[in-house]
């Protein structure tokens, strides 16, 4: 990382020191911030580095004394980050704004304390227009505060003393910082006692430090508090997704608080962590999006490897999720986040957050089977033509299908089930040399579903991985190739990953992007899916053809972006999603998106294409991203909707994904157009 750079005074731009790039070429962005290289002007567009550049990044410093800001530069070699901190100094108090003491907690008003400030009390108390779409709707009757308080993720549970406790996420900004766990008490649901903060950053903070989520931040995400074994836990979430778990020293609820996992660990990727004890004792992790695993009889780790919950007859359709569902889950789980398990009367119910027609929501699924401690069976041998079984046999093939994890109620059935659809999951693929290879590297292994064939004949020279089970349709290899001029690579598989999927930044040929002289990519009617980073930084690269398959077509974050001569692609009408600057750094004329499906496309997909004129989108985009097409010369969009189809899309949403456009109408099939 850069050298991190403090008493800096506030809301100033702060540079850092140069760095020399010793790699032949390497493909950088930037986040919260800006870079220069050498002693150009300092830019945020993704770029290319060769060696011998200096690299210098650039970030403004917070207002508030004390305050962190980061700004990150990615590179295919890591993730590099450069923080200034803001000097020490008084703010004066201004009456009836925020406060400026303690804005990381939530609890009573108070200056000592801390709490919610005068402007939050006003907006928030018994003020009708916050009801939500659910009580406007009148699906759940008008809520009162319990308390004022500002608090998200909040959660209740039950102490050994038969008392209430509640906490959850608290403060200003859980975006960028807050102080720590706070805690409240009550005897009836009712009347609540505020206990403080009884884990703090400050004074209890160990792998718990600043770190890059967007900007700096260093916040704790849902924390809960748990009586379980005799003892209380509080698991705790750090962005961006990183898991911990807490004990208390002394067996109250006030703690003192230190780690309880073994060497200070903790559970990285994903967040909203949960525990439930059942009725034997067993304790269980329950997090993300409904993941379970069971804990040790110590709680110093996992004793198990987390499953996922399979659902019986899934709710696939897209505007019942969260935006990222369709191209990282498949639509196919409970929900996207803050997963909790809880049993009643004999069933256990399975409950997260999902995005239900645009409204935050709560989605449960349920099961009645018997938790699975030490239960093995030998599983029984399915027909894998028939999918479907009476509902008796089914259960009794679930009970057996979980028992090989040793876990918890781990398949579950959704609540509103109108029958029964078992899935098997599909086989590993198996990966063996080929044998038109010279020799064969076991690393790569770990790239998961090998993607690629090619009709260059010089195979010696290089080394391939082949699949022969998966996908079924034909052939499947992942190459890495020295330098070979006007190359064409002919895509054969249904999922490209290659390595892309080991590092982020790296394109499939895992190496500098411009040591590979590709000039044309022709793909079958297989693939359906182009993994992040597969092409980007192909410089040479000018022609992509051919057809993809008739499934839903997914192009992930990444994809094409910096491939500088890149001018055309075949959209085709099976493309369903387009990820983060797939396009970012290309050199297109023309998108046009009109015939395909397209639902949701990710952030800047299109920026800087300086040549791109004409553009065309499809009335099933539903979910536009931010600054699609900035710094593009198209001045209009021709849309295959009609306007009043166009009306009912969120105007802030477009707004922001013309920021940094020249677009200055929309063009409807009829001729007509809509300036903004």
Not at 460 to 483: D, F, K, M, R
Request: hydrophobic share 35%; net charge negative; charged share 20%.
């Amino acid at each position: 990382s850069f050298p991190a750079q403090k008493e800096a005074e506030p809301d100033t731009g702060i540079a850092s020191s140069p760095i020399v790039i010793t790699d032949d070429t390497l493909h950088l962005a930037i986040g919260n911030g800006e870079y220069r290289i050498n002693s150009g002007n300092w830019q945020k567009s993704p770029q290319i580095l060769h060696r011998g550049d200096t690299l210098a990044v650039r970030v403004k410093s917070s207002d508030y004394p004390g305050d962190m800001a980061i700004c990150c530069a990615y590179m295919k070699n890591g993730k590099y980050l450069f923080s200034v901190q803001t000097r020490e100094f008084d703010i004066p108090a201004v009456r009836g704004e925020a406060r400026n003491v303690n804005l990381g907690i939530s609890g009573p008003d108070q200056k000592t304390l801390g709490g919610p400030s005068p402007l939050w009390l006003k907006y928030n108390k018994n003020n009708p227009r916050l009801s939500g779409s659910a009580v406007k709707e009148g699906l759940i009757p008008p809520i009162t505060p319990l308390i004022d308080a500002q608090i998200r993720d909040a959660v209740i549970c039950v102490g050994g003393d038969g008392l209430y406790y509640l906490t959850g996420s608290t403060g200003n900004d859980i975006w960028h910082v807050n102080d720590g766990v706070e805690l409240w008490r009550s005897p009836d649901l009712k009347e609540w006692e505020y206990m403080g903060v009884v884990w703090s950053f400050d004074r209890d903070a160990t792998w718990q430090q600043w770190r890059f989520h967007k900007k700096a931040v260093r916040a704790l995400w849902a924390p809960e508090l748990h009586y379980v074994k005799g003892n209380y836990y509080i698991t705790i979430s750090m962005p961006p997704g990183d898991r911990g778990l807490l004990k208390s020293t002394t067996g109250r609820p006030e703690g003192p608080y230190v780690n309880a996992l073994a060497n200070d660990g903790y559970w990285k990727d994903d967040i909203d962590a949960s525990l439930f004890e059942d009725e034997d004792g067993s304790v269980y992790l329950v997090y993300g999006g409904g993941f379970i695993a069971r804990m040790k009889d110590d709680m110093s780790g996992l004793a198990e490897e987390p499953v996922k919950p399979v659902l019986l007859d899934p709710d696939t359709i897209p505007s019942h999720h969260a935006s990222t569902c369709l191209s990282r889950r498949g639509c196919k789980d409970i929900g996207r986040e803050g997963a909790f398990l809880f049993k009643r009367n004999g069933t256990y119910y399975l409950t997260a957050a999902d995005s239900y027609e645009g409204r935050y929501s709560s989605m449960v699924a349920m099961s009645e089977l018997e938790p699975i401690v030490s239960k093995k069976e030998e599983a029984p041998s399915l027909d894998p033509s028939k999918k479907t079984m009476d509902k008796a046999t089914l259960k009794k093939h679930l009970i057996i299908a979980v028992s090989v994890f040793g876990g918890i109620a781990a398949i579950c059935t959704a609540v509103a089930v109108a029958g029964a659809l078992l899935t098997p999951p599909p086989a590993e693929p198996t990966i063996q040399k080929d044998s038109r290879a010279a020799y064969y590297d076991e690393a790569h292994r770990a790239t998961g579903v090998p993607t690629f064939s090619y009709e260059d004949d010089q195979s010696q020279t290089g080394y391939w991985i082949s699949s022969v089970s998966s996908p079924a349709e034909g052939s499947s290899y992942a190459l890495v190739l020295p330098q070979y001029d006007q190359l064409s690579l002919e895509v054969q598989a249904r999922y490209v990953t290659g390595v892309a999927s080991m590092e982020e930044g790296t394109n499939i040929f895992g190496k500098n992007p411009t040591d590979f002289s590709l000039s044309r990519i022709v793909f079958t009617q297989y693939t359906s899916y182009i993994g992040s980073y597969s092409f980007s930084g192909i410089r040479g690269l000018t022609s992509v053809q051919g057809a993809f398959s008739s499934d839903s077509l997914r192009i992930m974050h990444h994809a094409f972006a910096a491939s500088e001569s890149l001018s055309s692609f075949p959209f085709p009408a099976s493309l369903s999603y387009i990820g983060d600057e797939a396009f970012a750094g290309c050199a297109l004329t023309e998108v046009d998106l009109s015939a395909s499906g397209l639902t949701q496309i990710g952030n800047r997909v299109f920026a800087d294409n300086a040549n791109l004129a004409s553009i065309s989108l499809p009335a099933s985009l539903a979910v536009w991203g931010e600054s699609l097409f900035d710094k593009c010369p198209a001045t209009s969009i021709r849309y295959a909707g009609t306007e009043e189809q166009f009306s009912r899309l969120d105007r802030a949403m477009i707004d922001r994904a013309l920021e940094g456009s020249s677009i200055q109408s929309i063009i409807f099939p009829d001729g007509s157009s809509l300036e903004l």
